[in-house]
């Protein structure tokens, strides 16, 4: 991205990355689609930075001097700091890639909005059925679907609960659930709460009532059992295909005008 000598006028140093050809309208429309699935709550509907922490990937260059996927594709694969991995084939994140690239690199604006209600509400209520009922009833699904108005919101809070805080570091419309954990001492006295810290020395919770306790685990027999809620969120995460994710995310949303 630096060199020694630059354009005139321009910053020593500074190479300014040249305009793209016009992409291929159907890659383009594929992976605004991919995007607005997978994408678009972290890094916005401009791909500038969203709700969920994302950067800006226009100004990543990572994506300025990726051409068809090639650099962001172990990214996408391997995920890196709070972005999960995800299992995209080549030829959709080469769809992502030249969706991104669709922007200026002038104005770098793109699209204001990007329409992710595109599946099928009632395949989404089977999958609901199948995979999602044994926890969550259809009220409580109505009651998250009607406060969460935004479709992306509503889709990155179904995903994956908590992780859909708001701008600037403000809470998450919909808190996760605590992390408990069960700690069993050698004496037998088993003592619940909500999970503090846990690391390869000590555990530490807060009972209901509000006590503190610390636990040492390294080189003992005390048994310590983490409870996370979100676990088969997670799990889920890794198996959901794109249709499935627009599926769910369209019938979530089609529960707000259900009598």
Known sequence: M???DGPPGQAPGFVAYPQRPPGDAAAIER????????????????????DGGGPNLLRSTIVLEDQKGERIAPVIREGR???PPFQLSDA???????????????????????????GDPKKGEAYVAAKCASCHTTAALKAVAIKLDDPKMLQQMWLMPGN???????????????????????????????????????????????????FRTAGTTTKVEIH??????KELLRIYTDDDIHNVTAYLSSLRSQS
């Open 81 to 83: 700091g709070g972005m």
């Open 92 to 118: 959709q994140i080469a769809d992502i890639s030249e969706f991104l690239h669709s922007f200026p690199v002038s104005s770098r604006t793109g699209p204001s909005t990007i329409n992710i209600l595109v």
């Open 31 to 50: 992976g605004k689609g991919l995007y607005g699935a997978n994408c678009v709550f972290c890094h916005g509907a401009n791909a500038r930075g969203g």
């Open 164 to 214: 859909a805080g708001g701008r600037g570091g403000g809470p998450a419309p919909i808190p996760a659930p605590p992390i408990s954990v069960t700690v069993t001492q050698a004496s037998g006295e088993v003592v619940k709460g909500r999970l503090s810290r846990v690391d390869d020395f000590s555990v530490s919770l807060t009972q209901a009532d509000g006590t503190h306790r610390t």
């Open 2 to 4: 630096f060199s020694q």
């Open 228 to 233: 996370d809620p979100l676990t088969p969120h």
